[in-house]
């Protein structure tokens, strides 16, 4: 796919940008949790969210999907399927449903693409096993296909190394079917999406002040049935505000996005940058939702490395950033791009290499220099947040993109919205 350079400024509001993924998952797999049914409207359409809907049908679930509104009517018991379920190129999904599936009684084997497969799964399958999971796969369990004797599972007092929200919502899923009270807590706050939905739907869980510490209490009974909208997805909205900010006079205002704190530090860190953006919450229920403006601004280097689990999704369009910024940034302590879709911080490096930026690999991180940028042909790893990042910057000086098709597990009308913009695209 070939990304031709924009000649015009663009000035837009758009409100149907990709509904948010992390909601969407975790609706569908939490409707598991309750005996009536569940309402969504505006769930994600995209692979990733469509292979969550596929594996609760074959665990007795009834699915229905009206538009991008979905209905999901739990099984009074969960089955034990005769197939494999699928999750695709989703580490969100497989980590949840194993955490899940731990606990319920039953045989289940979770696999997916091959860069899922080779995804650690040790940091989900390592705790579960310690209260008594029955968990197999490659590696002792670190690799996909993973397979699981279901069990009732015993209490736990954890305390995780790394701030991953995969890991937390794992182990509260595998909890609320323990034997007992138990306890998370993990060094900084990560996402918490889960526990505010949770929470929501009646879930028997105490949370500290600050958020590290989640005290779960074992499920005695079915939780709330939801009936939610999803807002958009501020890590797809990130794309396009992106566009208007490197865009000369342009301008973009983008509405019902989820901005949850833990969601939207890759727009402050933009600001730290000197980027004109608003933020504006106009609703509250389990999460804060509201609008996002901004317009074209002149970046300057920044030196990041802390809250790096709150942007790790918005890093690679971040690097666009960087390129683009005068003077040098530097990104630390993000050894967590090495196990995302692809290893972002090669597939990062090595494509802004390719645009003739100059570029400083780390083992956790890079270092950019900030300057012009050239039109080249690129890889995207199969990876669709390399391959949406790498668009943005075709923005600017035209781009080539491989495998392209990628953005279809998160982002279905991402082409279609920059088109919107102005941008010309061949294929």
């Given at each position: 796919m070939?990304?031709?350079?924009?000649?015009?400024?663009?000035?837009?509001?758009?409100?149907?940008?990709?509904a948010d993924k992390s909601?969407?998952?975790?609706?569908?797999?939490?409707?598991?949790?309750?005996?009536?049914?569940n309402?969504?409207?505006?769930?994600?359409?995209?692979?990733?969210?469509?292979?969550?809907l596929e594996?609760?049908k074959?665990?007795?679930?009834?699915?229905?999907?009206y538009g991008?509104?979905?209905?999901?009517?739990p099984?009074?018991?969960?089955?034990?399927p005769?197939?494999?379920?699928?999750?695709g190129?989703?580490?969100?999904?497989?980590?949840l449903?194993i955490?899940?599936?731990s606990?319920?009684?039953?045989?289940?084997?979770?696999?997916?693409?091959?860069?899922?497969?080779?995804?650690?799964?040790?940091?989900?399958?390592?705790?579960?096993k310690?209260?008594?999971?029955?968990?197999?796969?490659?590696?002792?369990?670190n690799?996909a296909?993973?397979c699981?004797?279901?069990?009732?599972?015993?209490?736990?007092?954890?305390?995780?190394?790394?701030?991953?929200?995969?890991v937390?919502?794992?182990?509260?899923?595998?909890?609320?079917?323990?034997?007992?009270n138990?306890?998370?807590?993990?060094?900084?706050?990560?996402?918490?999406?889960?526990?505010?939905?949770?929470?929501?739907?009646?879930a028997?869980l105490?949370?500290?002040?600050?958020?590290?510490?989640?005290?779960i209490?074992?499920?005695?009974?079915?939780?709330?049935?939801q009936?939610?909208?999803?807002p958009?997805?501020?890590s797809?909205?990130?794309?396009?505000?992106l566009?208007?900010?490197?865009?000369?006079?342009?301008?973009i205002?983008?509405?019902?996005?989820?901005?949850?704190?833990?969601?939207?530090?890759?727009?402050?860190?933009?600001?730290?940058?000197?980027?004109?953006?608003e933020?504006?919450?106009?609703q509250?229920?389990?999460?804060?939702?509201?609008?996002i403006?901004?317009s074209?601004?002149?970046?300057k280097?920044?030196?990041?490395?802390?809250?790096?689990?709150?942007?790790?999704?918005?890093?690679p369009?971040?690097?666009?950033?960087?390129a683009?910024?005068?003077?040098?940034s530097i990104?630390?302590n993000?050894?967590e791009l090495r196990?995302?879709?692809?290893?972002?911080?090669?597939?990062i490096?090595?494509?802004?290499?390719?645009?003739?930026?100059?570029?400083?690999e780390f083992?956790?991180?890079f270092?950019?220099?900030?300057?012009k940028?050239?039109?080249?042909?690129?890889?995207?790893?199969?990876?669709?947040?390399?391959?949406?990042?790498?668009?943005?910057?075709?923005?600017?000086?035209?781009?080539?993109?491989?495998?392209?098709?990628?953005?279809?597990?998160s982002?279905?009308?991402?082409?279609?919205?920059?088109?919107?913009?102005?941008?010309k695209?061949?294929?």
């Open positions: 070939i990304i031709h350079a924009l000649s015009d400024s663009f000035e837009i509001e758009i409100s149907d940008i990709a909601i969407s998952h975790r609706f569908a797999i939490f409707s598991l949790l309750t005996k009536k049914e309402k969504a409207k505006n769930y994600l359409l995209a692979q990733d969210t469509l292979n969550t594996i609760l074959k665990l007795g679930a009834e699915i229905k999907i991008s509104n979905v209905s999901i009517i099984p009074r018991k969960i089955l034990s005769k197939d494999i379920l699928y999750c190129n989703s580490g969100t999904l497989m980590r449903m955490g899940f599936l606990g319920i009684s039953g045989f289940f084997v979770l696999s997916g693409d091959t860069s899922l497969n080779n995804r650690p799964m040790k940091r989900i399958c390592n705790p579960l310690n209260i008594g999971a029955k968990i197999y796969g490659r590696e002792d369990a690799l296909p993973i699981i004797e279901g069990q009732k599972l015993h209490s736990f007092n954890h305390e995780s190394q790394i701030s991953s929200a995969q937390k919502t794992a182990m509260i899923l595998s909890a609320l079917n323990a034997n007992g138990s306890v998370f807590k993990e060094p900084k706050l990560s996402r918490n999406h889960s526990e505010n939905m949770l929470k929501a739907m009646g028997p105490k949370i500290s002040e600050d958020g590290l510490k989640i005290e209490s074992n499920l005695k009974e079915s939780l709330k049935e009936d939610i909208e999803i958009n997805d501020p797809s909205a990130f794309y396009f505000v566009a208007a900010i490197i865009i000369p006079n342009s301008k205002k983008i509405s019902n996005v989820l901005l949850n704190p833990t969601r939207i530090e890759a727009y402050k860190i933009l600001q730290k940058m000197g980027a004109k953006i933020i504006k919450i106009t509250n229920h389990f999460e804060s939702i509201g609008e403006e901004a074209f601004s002149k970046l280097g920044i030196e990041l490395k802390e809250n790096i689990a709150w942007l790790i999704d918005e890093i369009a971040l690097a666009i950033a960087f683009l910024a005068n003077g040098v990104l630390k993000a050894q196990v995302k879709e692809s290893d972002r911080i090669h597939a490096v090595s494509n802004l290499r390719l645009c003739g930026v100059k570029v400083e083992e956790d991180g270092k950019i220099e900030g300057g940028v050239n039109k080249a042909k690129i890889k995207s790893y199969k990876d669709h947040r390399i391959a949406m990042s790498f668009a943005i910057l075709g923005m600017i000086c035209g781009m080539e993109i491989d495998d392209f098709e990628c953005i279809e597990t982002f279905p009308n991402f082409i279609e919205i920059l088109k919107r913009l102005g941008v695209i061949d294929y």
